[in-house]
C-alpha cells in the first residue's frame, strides 16, 4: 500500500533541522510521493530546490493571498520562469484569503487571476487555496476558466463549494481537517466521487487527530486516509490506490 500526500510543505522552515530525516522517514512509511507547494517567492525557489534533490518529491510555484507583499510583475514572471520545469506539476497555492486580509480583495483577485493567466500558458493545473470567499474563488474560476483544471487544497467542509467545485471539474482534497470533532466531514466527503478525491496533509500545519496541534508531517496522511475509508465505508487499501492515482493524473506525472 503506498500513499501520496497531494499537499505539503518541505520548504517550511520547520523542517529547517531535521528535512532529511522527515523524508526519508516518511518514504519508509509508504509515503512514496508528495507535491512541496510554494506560497510566495522564496518559498517557491526553495520547493523546485527540493523537488530537484528528491526523486519522488515534486514542486508548485505562486504566491498566495497571505503573501500579497510579494505581487509585482517582476515577481510573476518569476514564478513563470521557474515553473518552466518538469518537477513544477501545478500553479499554486493560488487563491483568495479573506480570513486572514479583508482589506485588499480586489488586489487578491487580480493576483489569483494573473496566475491562473500563468498556469494557462504553462498548461499546468493549480492548486487553490480559498478561505472564508466562497463566491468570489467561484465566479473566479467561472470567468476565467483553467484549461487544466486543478485542486481545491484542504477543502473547506462546504457542501456549496465541493458541489459547485466538482461542477467546474476540479479535484477536492481533504487534509487533517475531517478528523476533527465536530467537522462537517461525513456529509462533505460522501459527496466527492471517487475519481476526484484527494488527501493530504498541509506539513507542517494542521496536524490531524489525535496529534492535533503539534507539527505535521507527510506520514500522517494515512490518519486522513483512514478517516476517508471509515466515511466511505471502504477499506484504507482502496482510498489509498483511488487517492494516489487521482493525485498523479491531475499532477500529470507518469
Ligand atoms: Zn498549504
Known sequence: MEFFDSHSHFNDEKFNEDREEIINLMYKENIT???CIGYN???????????KN????YATCGISPNDIEDFN????REIEKLSHNDKVVAIGEIGLDYYWNKENKEKQKELFIKQIEIANKLNKPIVIHT???????LEILKKHPVNKKGIFHCCPLNVELIKEGLKLGFYISFS???????AKSEET???VPNERILIETDSPYLSPEPYRGRRNTPS????????????KKVSIEEIAEITYRNAMKIYDIN
Open 176 to 182: 487533517g481537517n475531517i478528523t476533527f470533532k465536530n
Open 220 to 231: 500522517n496522511v494515512k490518519l486522513v486516509a483512514k478517516r476517508v475509508a471509515e466515511i
Open 41 to 51: 517567492l522564496k518559498q517557491s525557489k526553495k520547493a523546485v530546490e527540493i523537488s
Open 131 to 137: 478561505r472564508e470567499a466562497v463566491m468570489d474563488t
Open 189 to 191: 466527503v460522501s459527496i
Open 54 to 57: 528528491t526523486a519522488f518529491i
Open 33 to 35: 510521493k508528495t507535491v
Open 73 to 76: 510583475e517582476k515577481n510573476l
